[in-house]
């Protein structure tokens, strides 16, 4: 595995602190990782409504790196106050098969609350087997204990 040194890894680093102006939700961006051509990269909004996680996937779709990412696979859980404080929660895989379950579970063992996080994958044409899911997991727990989401 090695760090990003090509020019899409370049490109998405210099994505750091994309605001979503219409919902004024800030979207943090990971660093990315490359993996036999693979490369991984996570984002995190802090949301609070299903109406924002939609807000937050538009948004990063707006880019057109991200758009054009493999996979853009998402799991986000958010505390519904009118339910007695349970959660609302769901992934999307995103053809990435069983990657969104997965994210889900990393963001209930975190406890994390109140977050929507997404894992692009530029697919570099060599199959990763289970080293993907490894990958996905760390860029988004990486991502969410950097911002104390813990």
Do not use: C
């Amino acid at each position: 595995m090695e760090n990003s040194d090509s020019n899409i890894n370049n490109e998405i680093l210099q994505m750091m602190n994309t605001e979503d102006t219409e919902a004024k939700i800030m979207i943090y961006h990971g660093s990315p990782i490359t993996d036999r051509k693979s490369t991984f990269q996570a984002h995190l909004a802090f949301v609070e409504s299903f109406t924002q996680v939609k807000n937050v996937l538009a948004q990063l779709k707006t880019n057109r790196k991200i758009e054009e990412a493999t996979h853009n696979i998402y799991a986000y859980r958010i505390i519904d106050q009118e339910r007695d404080n349970k959660f609302d929660q769901d992934y999307d895989d995103d053809g990435e098969t069983h990657a969104g379950s997965r994210l889900l579970k990393l963001l209930e063992n975190m406890n994390a609350k109140n977050v929507l996080v997404i894992v692009s994958r530029w697919f570099g044409g060599t199959l990763l087997g289970v080293d993907r899911f490894r990958h996905i997991q760390n860029v988004a727990k990486e991502l969410l204990v950097k911002h104390n989401n813990k």
